[in-house]
């Protein structure tokens, strides 16, 4: 299985292809932080994500508006509009591609906890890493305990997890799944004789990695040395981390 982190930014015209529509996993939880969040007012959204005033009038209509305009949701995958989700690129997947990826792809979620690729999602905003005091609990991490992992765990079996996450996102899940089976990524930039990470280029190359995982079906590390997007060289495999390098 990949974990991706989501997107901040969402497409306003998605088009769903061959996917069936599914229902998320966690969408009681996820009414439920809705529920709470239209309450607040767009003054109080931005300053809890802290976000332009436009952006928290958008949530603040979204999450008033929450399951009342079923329309409007759509799969997931075509919703995000980020960095990595461009460079995966599933639009342009065929049926197989498609197959696989919602056998095996799972995007982890503040507000949804973790969706596939076909669930259907209502626009939102809500990073995993908000300090969102909310029934008791003091932030997002508290709110899903361990029960992201769980579902990651019963999916997974014996098989390995691929880690495409953002720290902010694998931090909701890292210590329930079991590290042995976890892979892990780095993608660094030589410059001036120096290996560093390089944010905007390592949310492309995360991408183009999910995207390399899926056409080629690896669910073991046999094969993924091979990966040469964007210009990266495999470098080595240390302590379940695979490392990259891009001059």
Known sequence: MIVISPAKRLADNVKDNALEATTPYFKKEADLLAKGLALMSSKQLSSLMNVSDGIAELNSKRYKSWNKNMGSEKRAIFQFEGDVFKHLNAAEFNEVQIDYMNKNLRILSG???????SDEMSPYRLEMGTKHNFNGYKNLYEFWGDKI???????????????????????????????????????????????????????????????????????????IEKFSCMGFKFKELNNNCFTFVSS
Not at 111 to 117: E, F, M, N, V
Not at 164 to 175: D, G, H, K, V, W
Not at 176 to 193: H, M, P, Q
Not at 207 to 220: P, V
């Open 149 to 223: 992992a769980k579902k990651i765990n019963d999916e997974l079996g014996g098989s390995l997890l691929f880690n495409l996450a953002s720290e902010e996102y694998f931090a909701a899940i890292s210590r329930y799944v079991d590290t042995g089976k976890t892979i892990n990524f780095k993608f660094l930039c030589l410059s001036g004789g120096k290996e560093k990470v390089v944010g905007v280029i390592a949310k492309r190359a995360r991408g183009e990695m999910a995207r390399f995982l899926i056409d080629n079906q690896i669910e073991s590390t046999d094969g």
């Open 111 to 117: 507000i949804y906890g973790l969706l596939r690729p």
